[in-house]
């Protein structure tokens, strides 16, 4: 069974970084295309990042120039390095992922992964 399994989340105070890791375990092959997604409190998931099998990027206005996507495929990892981090980007962040398995692509979500931005 595959799964994505987070990690990187905290507390950090405005200004600071965090790295979050999203790995794949089980029967993977690869990872394809992996986005990082984020719910706070009372709002709806909004996408976050996106990093496309070849490497292209996307970024949501509201992180761009503040957050990094990237991947290492040897280790089946995404990450998202966060910089200058602001209180409202304080939610639980969420990996998705196309994993490639027995020959097909199938979607998977990581567990979520909280981060807490204080003032």
């Known amino acids: 069974q595959a799964q994505l399994v987070e990690s990187g989340g905290g507390l950090v105070q405005a200004g600071g970084s965090l790295r979050l890791s999203c790995a794949g375990s089980g029967i993977i092959f690869s990872i394809n295309a992996a986005n990082w997604y984020r719910q706070a409190p009372g709002k709806q998931r909004e996408l976050v990042a996106v990093i496309t099998s070849g490497g292209s990027t996307n970024y949501a206005d509201s992180v761009k120039g503040r957050f990094t996507i990237s991947r290492d495929n040897a280790k089946n990892t995404v990450y998202l390095k966060m910089n200058s981090l602001k209180p409202e980007d304080t939610a639980v962040y969420y990996c998705?992922?196309?994993?490639?398995?027995?020959?097909?692509?199938?979607?998977?979500w990581g567990q979520g992964t909280q981060v807490t931005v204080s003032s």
């Open positions: 998705n992922a196309g994993v490639v398995q027995g020959g097909l692509v199938w979607n998977y």
